[in-house]
Nanobody, 126 residues
Framework: VQLQASGGGLVQAGDSLRLSCEAS????????MAWFRQGLGKEREFVAA????????FYADSVKGRFTISRGSALNSVYLQMNSLGSEDTAVYHC????????????????????WGQGTLVTVSS
């Protein structure tokens, strides 16, 4: 599975941004897809995840109520709608995918995902 993320950019605090991630290869077999982010000098952290059917989403506490993850109808894409952005959201955002089922308690773990995109930079100016 190859993942290509896009949609990052420079925005002002309070603005919105929508990230996209397109999967190719064995994209139709992806079970769970997720977004992680990594700020400068920080560890990669979980942002949001979504099940194959799109019926169950998971969010980090820091983005609940502001970010929404969704999947495309063809199941080969995942989106992250980010609203009310703040400087703390500045990071490189990576999409990730797993071909196996990931139990609920592990959806936020980096090691649960075997496939990663190259990342797209989001910079929020205050």
């Amino acid at each position: 599975v190859q993942l290509q993320a896009s949609g990052g950019g420079l925005v002002q605090a309070g603005d919105s941004l929508r990230l996209s991630c397109e999967a190719s290869g064995r994209a139709s077999r992806t079970m769970t897809m997720a977004w992680f982010r990594q700020g400068l000098g920080k560890e990669r952290e979980f942002v949001a995840a979504i099940r194959r059917d799109g019926g169950h989403q998971f969010y980090a506490d820091s983005v609940k109520g502001r970010f929404t993850i969704s999947r495309g109808s063809a199941l080969n894409s995942v989106y992250l709608q980010m609203n009310s952005l703040g400087s703390e959201d500045t990071a490189v955002y990576h999409c990730a995918a797993s071909l196996q089922h990931v139990i609920n308690s592990q959806v936020s773990a980096v090691g649960s995902y075997g496939y990663w995109g190259q990342g797209t930079l989001v910079t929020v100016s205050s």
